[in-house]
C-alpha cells in the first residue's frame, strides 16, 4: 500500500491547498442546509443522491465557504474514493492512514478539520472508522457522499445509531435551472413579466431533465450520449456490480422496462410475466422484487403507494413508478412513445419528492382517482391530479368528479390540477379546483 504521504500527494490535485478548484455552480439553498446540518455535535453528515445529480460540487462548495469564512486551506481535505489511484487500496485502514498524513503532514497546527469523503461506500467496513472517530471526539466535521442509499441502510443504521444527519440531493429542480438563467429576483414578478422566455425553458427540462452536466451542455447529440452513459453507469455499478447480479441482461431490460411505464401502475408479478417473455426463461418473483427495490436505492426510481388505512394494502397493491430525473427516461425509451401528460406527472411527483412529503395515490371502489395526496402530520393538506390538455369536456368533468370525491373523502374544500396552459378556478359542490400551467406550480413550490 501507497504511504500516506504518498496518498496525499495524489490527490492534492483535488483540493484547496494552493489551488482553485471548479465547485461547479452554487446551489444555495442546498448549500446553507449542509452549512446548517454540519453544526450539530457529533454527527456524520450523509450527502445522498443519484450519481452526477452534483454531490461532489457541493461538498467542495462547502469546503470553500469554510475557507471563505476563515478556515485555513489547509484544514480542508476532500478524498474521492472513486479515484483509480485509490482502486487497490480500498480497505479500511486507508482511512486512518490518509487521516493521519493529513494532521502530520497538511493541517500541522491542528486546527478543526473539515473532511469530505466522496463515494465512501466503496470502503468495506467505512462507517466503522467514522463511529471511532465521533467516540473518540476528534476536532473534525466528516461529510460522507454516496450514489445508494447503502449510505442509510439497515447496516449503517446498526452500526452509527444516531450519528448520522442525511441530506438528500437531486439533479437541478426547474426553479434553480430558471435562476441559472439569470432569473434571479422574485419569481412572482417575472412570471409575469418573463412568461415567454420562461415557459420555452420548460420544454427542455421535461425532454433532458436537470443532471447538471447535462443542463450545461448545448450540444443536443452529446446531451443523450451523457444521459445513456448515466444510465448504463448506474445500472451497472450502482447496481449489478454492488449487489452482485449475475445477469446484468435481466437487469437491464427490467430497468428499461420500468422506465417505459413511468407514471403508471407497475405489479411485480405483471413485471416479472413480461420480463420472461423477453428473456425467454422463468424469472423468479423475489427477483423482480429485489432488483426493483435496487432501483429505488440507487434512485433511477421511485414509488408512491396507494392510500389505505391498511399497511398490507400498501404494501400489496400495484404502486405509482416514477423516474427521478425525466432525461434518464427519455434517453431509455423509444421517442415514439413521447407523451407529455406522462412527464407532466414525473415532474410533480419529482418535486413532491424533492419537499420529502408524505404522498399516496388515491382510487375510490367507483374509479374515482387522485394522483397525488400530500399528508402534513395525520391529515390530507392537499390533493393534486394532473391533466395535460383539459379542453375535452369529459376529461374535465372526469377530473372535476375524481376532486369532488377525494375532497369528500379527506374533508378538504380545495384541490389542484397541474395543466399544460389551461388556468382557472372551477367551484363544484361549494368546493374550488384551481387550474394552473405546470411551469407556474413547479415555480410556485421554489
Known amino acids: 500500500m501507497l504511504e500516506g504521504t504518498e496518498i496525499l500527494s495524489e490527490i492534492s490535485s483535488l483540493n484547496f491547498w494552493g489551488r482553485t478548484q471548479n465547485v461547479g455552480y452554487t446551489r444555495a439553498a442546498s448549500l446553507d442546509d449542509l452549512e446548517r446540518l454540519t453544526k450539530a455535535k457529533n454527527k456524520v453528515i450523509a450527502i445522498t443522491g443519484i450519481r452526477r445529480c452534483g454531490k461532489t460540487y457541493l461538498a467542495k462548495q462547502f469546503l470553500e465557504r469554510m475557507i471563505q469564512n476563515g478556515a485555513s486551506a489547509e484544514q480542508t481535505l476532500y478524498v474521492n ?19 493521519d498524513a493529513f494532521l502530520s503532514s497538511v493541517n500541522r497546527k491542528r486546527g478543526h478539520s473539515f473532511i469530505v469523503l466522496d463515494e465512501v461506500q466503496n470502503i468495506p467496513g467505512w462507517e466503522k472508522w467514522i463511529r471511532i472517530m465521533i467516540e473518540k471526539k476528534e476536532d473534525v466535521t466528516l461529510i460522507v457522499t454516496g450514489s445508494s442509499s447503502k449510505l442509510l441502510s439497515s447496516e449503517l443504521a446498526t452500526v452509527l445509531t444516531g450519528r448520522t444527519l ?32 420562461i415557459k420555452p425553458l420548460l420544454s427542455d427540462f421535461l425532454t433532458y431533465g436537470g443532471f447538471p452536466e447535462v443542463v450545461l451542455e ?80 440507487s434512485h433511477i426510481t421511485f414509488r ?73 402530520g395525520q ?24 376532486l369532488e370525491k377525494a375532497m369528500d373523502e379527506f374533508g378538504l374544500k380545495a384541490a389542484t390540477v397541474v395543466t399544460a396552459d389551461f388556468e382557472g378556478v372551477k367551484t363544484i359542490s361549494g368546493k374550488k379546483v384551481k387550474f394552473i400551467p405546470l411551469w407556474k406550480w413547479l415555480l410556485g413550490r421554489r
Open 218 to 297: 448545448d450540444d443536443e447529440a452529446l446531451k443523450w450520449r451523457i444521459l445513456k452513459g448515466y444510465f448504463e453507469g448506474i445500472l451497472f455499478r450502482d447496481i449489478v456490480f454492488r449487489h452482485a447480479i449475475k445477469d446484468s441482461y435481466r437487469a437491464k431490460v427490467l430497468a428499461e422496462i420500468s422506465l417505459e411505464r413511468f407514471s403508471s401502475l407497475q405489479s411485480a408479478n405483471r413485471l416479472r410475466n413480461e420480463l420472461s417473455s423477453i428473456v425467454r426463461t422463468k424469472v423468479s418473483p423475489n427477483q423482480v422484487v429485489d432488483l426493483l427495490n435496487f432501483f429505488d436505492e
Open 166 to 197: 442525511e441530506l438528500k440531493l437531486y439533479p437541478f429542480s426547474f426553479s434553480e435551472i430558471i435562476r441559472m438563467k439569470g432569473f434571479k429576483g422574485r419569481f412572482e414578478q417575472e412570471i409575469a413579466t418573463h412568461a415567454k422566455e
Open 379 to 402: 391529515r390530507v393538506k392537499d390533493i393534486i391530479n394532473v391533466s395535460f390538455d383539459v379542453s375535452d369536456p369529459l376529461t374535465m368533468k372526469r377530473e372535476l368528479r375524481g
Open 304 to 376: 408512491i403507494p396507494v392510500f389505505s388505512h391498511r399497511i398490507k394494502d400498501r404494501n400489496l397493491y400495484p404502486k405509482k413508478v416514477y423516474c427521478e430525473d425525466s432525461g434518464l427516461v427519455n434517453a431509455v425509451r423509444p421517442k415514439h412513445m413521447e407523451t407529455f401528460g406522462r412527464l407532466y406527472e414525473n415532474a410533480v411527483a419529482c418535486e413532491l419528492l424533492r419537499e420529502e412529503k408524505e404522498v399516496f395515490y388515491w382510487k375510490d371502489p367507483s374509479g374515482c382517482e387522485a394522483d397525488f395526496l400530500i399528508f402534513e
Open 81 to 99: 474514493f472513486e479515484d483509480p489511484v485509490l482502486g487497490q487500496y480500498l480497505q479500511l485502514p486507508l482511512l486512518e492512514k490518509i487521516y
